[in-house]
């Protein structure tokens, strides 16, 4: 798989980024990069898998700043892939809803795999295997991204509690 690189930050229209329709879309995370497909307009369809929780989720379609939670964006397009554009979307579009995450078997870069070559595969997994520092790195990672996640969730709760508390007086 050949590919080409465009980066830019998440804030920026995807115009700017020169973002292909289908394009597969990188943000890199602590220990391992999160893959979903440009849809278009700003849009995002990704297995949202441990993305906000130590519970997975499933496959969604959501702003670009969503999908890179703050995180730097860069678009790899594959010379190679047998579906582009608009037939990449349709594919990944016809899995919306799904939730079937596994991180091994069935995780966000084997979603992109599967709508532009038509083969579930994730070289994130496969240098796992191959190199356990890697697998280490990768845990550390997604530990790091479940805490913040955590805290997040903790925060907007009492926040939440809060105004709950206020609005009731």
């Known amino acids: 798989m050949s590919s080409s690189e465009t980066s830019g930050s998440f804030d920026e229209t995807a115009a700017e980024h020169g973002f292909s329709l289908g394009a597969e879309v990188v943000t890199r995370r602590s220990g391992y990069e999160h893959h979903g497909i440009y849809a278009g ?5 990704h ?3 441990f993305a906000k929780s130590l519970h997975r989720g499933p ?5 670009l700043a969503q999908f890179a939670g703050g995180y730097g964006v860069t678009m790899r397009q594959h010379a190679a892939a047998r ?7 349709r594919r990944a579009r ?9 991180l091994l078997t069935n995780n966000c870069e084997h979603f992109v795999s599967w709508c532009l070559f038509g083969e579930a595969r994730s070289s994130q997994v496969r240098a796992c295997l191959v190199h ?3 697998a280490l790195d990768a845990l550390k990672g997604l530990l790091k991204a479940y ?6 969730r903790r925060a907007s709760a009492f926040a ?4 709950n508390t206020s609005l009731a007086m």
């Open 47 to 49: 297995y949202a898998g």
């Open 132 to 134: 356990p520092g890697v």
């Open 41 to 45: 307009n700003g849009m995002v369809i």
């Open 160 to 163: 939440n509690s809060g105004l």
């Open 59 to 63: 496959i969604e379609e959501v702003t």
């Open 94 to 102: 016809s899995r919306l809803g799904e939730d079937r995450y596994r």
């Open 83 to 89: 579906f582009i554009g608009m037939e990449a979307v």
């Open 147 to 152: 805490v913040s996640a955590e805290r997040r």
